[in-house]
Nanobody, 121 residues
Framework: QVQLVESGGGLVQAGGSLRLSCAAS????????RAWFRQAPGKDREFVGA????????YYADSVKGRFSISRDNAKNTVYLQMNSLKPEDTAVYYC??????????????WGKGTLVTVSS
């Protein structure tokens, strides 16, 4: 069974940092691009960022560029989202995803169930 499991969400004050992790199991995701999306209450899910399977290319939404950073450890089948300078508008459920290619609009093959990030003002 293929699984993507996010962790690391929680409550943080504005200006703080969090690091999300997404562990893959059930098959090797080493050659998959990985991505993060988020969905705020009452809004559509939106792209946050993506990283190529080798980690050599990254893509970010304008809203998080310069504050968020994606990295991956293929030996652990895990991808990370480092979030700095968090703002209340970053509050959302964050979803991990796996796709064939890393782009600004990746076509997702697998989704995680999400982890909630709440940023208080």
């Amino acid at each position: 069974q293929v699984q993507l499991v996010e962790s690391g969400g929680g409550l943080v004050q504005a200006g703080g940092s969090l690091r999300l992790s997404c562990a893959a199991s059930g098959r090797t995701f080493r050659t998959y691009a990985r991505a993060w999306f988020r969905q705020a209450p009452g809004k559509d899910r939106e792209f946050v960022g993506a990283i190529s399977w080798m980690g050599s290319s990254t893509y970010y939404a304008d809203s998080v560029k310069g504050r968020f950073s994606i990295s991956r450890d293929n030996a652990k089948n895990t991808v990370y989202l480092q979030m700095n300078s968090l703002k209340p508008e970053d509050t959302a459920v964050y979803y991990c995803a796996a796709a064939q290619i890393a782009t600004m609009d990746p076509q997702v093959d697998y989704w995680g169930k999400g982890t909630l990030v709440t940023v208080s003002s």
